[in-house]
């Protein structure tokens, strides 16, 4: 997530002494949604802040819980804590319910734990998950093939171990992400990280969760903040209103007063995707060749990702037949309720690169270069084993 960086100075509103528990705390609400914030050692730690804040803005009026993990840097160094948003005093305030210490938020250990943590304590109906950390998609952390450099040179310079929840040097890969989740959980999983929106990702997810809301491109700072006080209502509604959330933040990057008006979104039906894999599954097998990658598809990453993930859509339709590309229109339309995109992403300058098509989801050609990130597309990722195994 990458812009000119400004700092603002934002009252918390964390009232760290309050602890609360006990049986009042038990009563299931209608919806509990958790947001799960890892900002500490990769630059993010004012940003969740600053979103915290907007969340709490956003709880007015709503019917619900909003519990909120959030791992980041204070005056006294790093640390993790389980917040509740709670009415006092006629206002929302962040109260503590569990202080961690310092701690991993990449690990999948700790994702479960807090998972854990927020469900029993605000037991609802149903459930939603808010993401926000650096993300890549399903990309395995640390690949040394993106540019040559070493594992620490890569978190330091280019963000290429990131996956997706990123803490210092560690990262933690999509798989484990989507191991650590049970069964059903969610209702719907929003990702305020960059390039989630990859048929890699959401099909390793499509277990998880009903409804996945996700970016295929980068996701400027400073995200959803200012959307959340409007426009986190739209979560708690009876049938969660994704697109309503994805309109607000497209209609932010439109008018970015920072100049920086780029943008993606789209919502994945995961009740669909089995039969998008299924399309898609005869033309890539059939696809003679060593290296997979085409240099005019419409692509959705920059710099040194600008060969990993492309336009699903555009990427099948050179080489599938007429019969399987009209399999895989259908099974997108079907899959992908909502989509929207802004005309570019980027400047020029910054490798930017306008959108002339957009099916709504990226995914991994499999560049003749990248041998080791090829061989764990193909074995270590569900999409992989259930395409190319026997």
Known sequence: ????????????????????????????????????MGG?????????????NAMLSGMSGVDGKLLIYRDYVSSSGNK???????????????????????ENSASPDVFARSIKDAIDYAPAESYGLLVFSHGSGWLPANQNELNGRTAREHTLHTGVGRSIIQDGYS?????????????????????????????????????????????????????????????????????????????????????????????????????????????VRAPLRGRATADGYIADVQRFGRYQYRKCFLDLQDYISRFATPEELAAVNKALADAIPYKETTEAFGPVKDDGFDINTYCGIAIYPEPGEYAGINKVHRTGTRFGRYVWGD
């Open 80 to 102: 993790a804590a389980l917040y509740s948003a709670e009415l006092i005093d006629g206002r929302y305030r962040a109260v503590t319910v569990k202080d961690y210490g310092s």
């Open 171 to 279: 990262s933690m890969e999509t798989a484990d992400f989507a191991a650590a989740i049970p069964e059903g959980t969610f209702d719907f999983i929003v990702f305020e990280a960059c390039l989630m929106g990859d048929i890699e990702s959401i099909y390793e997810l499509s277990d998880k969760a009903r409804y996945i809301l996700a970016s295929v491109t980068e996701i400027y700072s400073p995200g959803f903040r200012d959307i959340y006080p409007g426009s986190l209502r739209y979560l708690y509604r009876e049938n969660p209103d994704l697109e309503a959330f994805g309109r607000a933040y497209m209609n932010l990057c439109r008018n970015d007063k920072d100049g920086y008006t780029y943008g993606t979104i789209s919502l994945y039906d995961c009740a669909k995707i089995q039969p998008l894999v299924d399309a």
């Open 40 to 52: 500490d050692g990769n630059g993010l730690s004012s940003e969740t802040t600053e979103k915290l």
């Open 1 to 36: 997530m990458k812009k000119l960086l400004y700092l603002l100075l934002i009252s918390a509103a964390i009232l760290p002494g309050c602890k609360k528990s006990g049986p009042e705390e038990r009563v299931k609400s209608k919806r509990t949604v958790i947001a799960y």
